[in-house]
């Protein structure tokens, strides 16, 4: 078989890359195909838990690695690459970089409020509206392949029903735990000038 080409079977799955934001050798090789009525609404179930981490990697020559940890709708971020570490608390953003530190009004802020990963698995989507595409493995574990638009990509543990991985355009990929095991965001011990 040709890289990059995909031969059947007649158990439903098929073998070659599944991933078309070219993804990392932690997918598995091959799917299996699922109801076509299946959608987002009906796989995901991340409404009920309060948060979640992520390490993510963005960008292609000059990457930026941080984690990113979820608590409700506050987060803390940390871009272990440049340094620079975001706290968003209730209607603040602090940014703390090299011993200084600057806050702004979450609402005014030039700071995307969700960083790297948004806290919504499909912002701007219904999720009722968002087929599933099929099932596969991340590592070993057994997740259904979403992608709402032409960007995303999302991985979602068919035994939770909690995003595993999440790749966004060309370079992006954020890899999901300890969901629901996050404490509060805290501001940041630095004297911020408030």
């Known amino acids: 078989m040709l890289a990059g080409c995909s031969s059947g079977s007649d158990d439903g799955t098929t073998s070659g890359s599944s991933d078309s934001n070219g993804g990392d050798e932690n997918t598995e090789e091959s799917t299996t195909e699922v109801p076509d009525d299946l959608t987002a609404a009906d796989v995901l179930a991340e409404d009920e838990v309060s948060g979640f981490v992520a390490e993510f990697e963005a960008g292609d020559e000059n990457p930026i690695t941080g984690t990113q940890i979820v608590h409700e709708e506050d987060f803390y971020l940390d871009e272990e690459t ?58 070993g574990e057994a997740v259904y392949v979403i992608e709402p638009d032409e960007l995303t990509t999302m991985y979602v543990s068919t035994e939770t029903g909690y995003r595993v991985r999440m790749e966004s355009g060309p370079s992006t990929v954020a890899e999901f735990h300890s969901w629901g095991e996050t404490d509060p965001i805290e501001p940041p011990e630095e004297d911020c000038g408030i």
Not at 94 to 110: A, K, M, P
Not at 111 to 137: I, K, Q, W
């Open 82 to 139: 440049s340094g620079v570490e975001r706290y968003a608390v209730g209607d603040s953003i602090y940014i703390v970089h090299r011993g200084g530190c600057d806050v702004e009004d979450r609402g005014d802020s030039n700071e995307m409020n969700d960083a790297y990963v948004p806290a919504e698995p499909a912002r701007g989507h219904s999720l009722e509206d968002v087929p599933v595409s099929h099932s596969t493995t991340v590592d």
